[in-house]
């Protein structure tokens, strides 16, 4: 049960985002801006590390959530997600992507832990600017969100196959829903 009163017939960040539906369309809007666009990094790629930055923050729906996202927009198994989850560096994953889960890691940790070589690195396996960018405020954003979802106790009565539903759904339709 949450710490404060929330519609109980929403799931998820829907509850929050009813409770004060003046901020849930800026921030609709970023994720769908943010999240659902395949400029630079893929759809897959930005849940990935969406699931990845939650699951480091240890934000059980948030992690949950947006690896089933992930998995259906990579079209990948939930296993390889999990490898990322639990050893990124030794996921079967490219090495590209392996230097954005640095950047992310280190956002998670703290923004100043963001360090010049990690983006020099960043740039040598492949990486533009702009891929940089969107990982670094993406791992921002997942920060805020998962400390908004835990901070206020939401809890979630999800399954893993809710999660899945939610996830394909997510997938195919996004974030304006």
Do not use: W
Request: proline share 2%.
């Amino acid at each position: 049960m949450a710490y404060i009163s929330l519609d109980e017939t929403k799931r998820g960040m829907n509850s929050l985002l009813a409770f004060r539906p003046e901020i849930a369309q800026p921030l609709t809007t970023l994720m769908q801006i943010l999240m659902r666009n395949n400029v630079g990094l893929s759809m897959g790629e930005r849940e990935l590390i969406a699931a990845f930055v939650s699951s480091l923050n240890d934000c059980y729906i948030c992690g949950s959530i947006h690896a089933e996202v992930a998995q259906c927009l990579l079209n990948a198994d939930i296993t390889l997600i999990q490898k990322v989850k639990d050893d990124y560096q030794k996921a079967p994953i490219s090495n590209k992507m392996k230097t954005l889960l640095t950047l992310a890691k280190s956002v998670q940790e703290g923004g100043k832990n963001v360090t010049e070589e990690q983006v020099a690195i960043a740039k040598n396996s492949g990486s533009t600017d702009m891929e940089i960018h969107d990982t670094v405020l993406i791992a921002s954003l997942f920060c805020m969100f998962n400390r908004y979802v835990d901070g206020l106790g939401l809890e979630s009565n999800d399954t893993m196959e809710t999660f899945r539903e939610r996830g394909i759904k997510i997938a195919q339709q996004g974030y304006n829903q």
